[in-house]
């Protein structure tokens, strides 16, 4: 994972992440008037790979297989596997 600074929060600002629960928190730059959303560490470490520019979708095909499975691997796909042949 890249090297990411950490800021102190104030306690105004820890309020706002108490109070809005599990909710992300909306934070503006007054100075450039971009936004950024705080979310907890854990919650980011499990999301980066899906915004990550590196992301290599082979990597998603064993859970693509596993979630098919049970439907491909149903008795009843072998009348779709001859669908031409069994087309009246």
């Known amino acids: 994972m ?3 600074h950490c800021i102190q929060l104030t306690p105004d600002q ?4 108490i109070q809005n629960g599990k909710d992300p928190v909306r ?3 007054p100075v450039t ?3 950024y959303v705080l979310v907890p560490a854990e919650d980011y470490v499990r999301w980066q790979h899906l915004v990550s520019d590196r992301v290599d979708v082979r990597e ?3 859970a ?3 979630s ?4 491909w691997n149903d008795p009843r796909m072998d009348e779709y596997d001859r669908y031409e042949e ?3």
């Open 2 to 4: 890249a090297n990411i």
């Open 60 to 62: 998603a095909y064993p």
């Open 14 to 17: 820890h309020q706002e992440i």
């Open 64 to 66: 693509i297989d596993r």
């Open 68 to 71: 098919f499975a049970e439907g």
């Open 27 to 29: 934070a503006l730059d």
């Open 33 to 35: 008037e971009k936004e």
């Open 86 to 88: 069994l087309k009246p």
